[in-house]
């Protein structure tokens, strides 16, 4: 099982909004409502930002929301912070009570 | 607060065995499933397995069958991983994480992360 595409880098500037994509296939994402979002700051621990597509952990942020759409999920955040910039990776139920990760994608606030 | 608090950082030469700890605490040991997620240096996440502490009951990646051991002793309300047969590419970062959802990748909170060091 490969791991989920996502693309390498984004950026914005503050105030903006950014979209991640998460492709994977219809054994995975296109099948499953179990999609994970993590945000990852330098040197720490991944931190939960949205499970099951579009739900949101208490204390998380309004302004990351999560959607899907075929094979492909998706992490809004929108009037982009600075604190914001951090590695995020998406993350899929895959069947068989296993779980599969993507690549990873780095945001950058300008 | 919910926590997990794993072992520290080891050295370990190629083939020898390595055993991570994750001591959970802030809630019921046994309600929630605890999964392993490594991090190779400047590298993504990598799902390892879940071992269900009520039952001991565990599943890994297909890559890390017959040489990943999860267990746990619920006395002491920890986890443990211990991956066997060490390259230097088991050189990584190992994660914990409570499954807040069984088997899904609701993951919350994680382990500060154990540094695994294979070195000749």
């Known amino acids: 099982q490969s791991a989920l595409t996502q693309p390498a880098s984004v950026s914005g500037s503050p105030g903006q909004s950014i979209t991640i994509s998460c492709t994977g296939t219809n054994s995975d994402v296109g099948a499953y409502n179990y999609v994970s979002w993590f945000q990852q700051h330098p040197g720490k621990a991944p931190k939960l930002m949205i499970h099951?597509?579009?739900g949101r952990p208490s204390g998380v942020s309004s302004r990351f929301s999560g959607s899907k759409s075929d094979n492909t999920a998706s992490l809004t955040i929108s009037g982009l912070q600075a604190e914001d910039e951090a590695d995020y990776y998406c993350s899929s139920y895959i069947g068989s009570s296993t779980v599969i990760f993507g690549g990873g994608t780095k945001l950058t606030v300008l | 607060q919910v926590q997990m608090v794993q072992s520290g950082a080891e050295v370990k030469k190629p083939g020898a065995s390595v055993k991570v700890s994750c001591k959970a605490s802030g809630y019921a040991f046994t309600m929630n499933y605890i999964h392993w997620v490594r991090q190779a240096p400047g590298q993504g996440l990598e799902w390892m397995g879940w071992?269900?502490?009520?039952?001991?009951?565990?599943n890994s990646a297909q890559k890390f069958q017959g040489r990943a051991t999860l267990t746990r002793d619920t006395s002491i309300n920890t986890a443990y991983m211990e991956l066997s047969g060490l390259t230097y590419d088991d050189t990584a970062v190992y994660y914990c994480?409570?499954?807040?959802?069984?088997?899904?990748?609701?993951?919350?909170?994680w382990g500060q992360g154990t540094l695994v060091n294979v070195s000749s």
């Open positions: 994480a409570r499954g807040i959802m069984t088997t899904t990748p609701m993951l919350s909170p």
């Open positions: 071992i269900n502490p009520n039952s001991g009951a565990t």
């Open positions: 099951d597509v579009s």
